[in-house]
């Protein structure tokens, strides 16, 4: 029988006065993650971006409950999104969007 994969959602915010959209921020991640890690980190990372806001600058993200702290250090890596000084920061990290959204 298969086990039910364990899942954390992130709530960051993107520090920078540039402006970029949301593909130019999750290709930043995954550079930062296949740099740290490798492409055997990244495939065991199970990442994926939940919503995006370009205006307040604030993302969701869900990631797989095993690799959490690989995705937290790659994104404390992250210097530049599109060639464009940058850097994410972790606002909180929760077991549902519910209580993602009560944090926040």
């Known amino acids: 029988m298969l086990k039910?994969?364990?899942r954390r959602y992130l709530a960051l915010t993107i520090d920078s006065s540039?402006?970029?959209?949301?593909?130019?921020?999750?290709?930043?991640?995954?550079?930062?993650?296949?740099?740290?890690?490798g492409?055997?980190?990244?495939?065991?990372v199970n990442l994926s971006m939940i919503s995006f806001d370009g205006e307040t600058k604030s993302v969701v993200l869900?990631?797989?409950?095993?690799?959490?702290?690989?995705v937290k250090?790659?994104?404390?890596s992250i210097t530049k999104i599109g060639n464009k000084p940058a850097a994410a920061h972790v606002?909180?990290?929760?077991?549902?969007l519910k209580a993602l959204h009560k944090k926040m």
Request: glycine content about 6%; aromatic content about 8%.
């Open 91 to 96: 606002l909180t990290v929760s077991g549902t």
């Open 4 to 6: 039910k994969v364990k």
């Open 39 to 44: 492409e055997r980190g990244a495939s065991t």
């Open 73 to 76: 250090t790659a994104l404390a």
């Open 18 to 37: 540039e402006t970029f959209n949301s593909s130019e921020f999750i290709d930043a991640v995954w550079n930062s993650i296949s740099k740290l890690y």
């Open 62 to 70: 869900r990631v797989g409950h095993a690799s959490l702290e690989l």
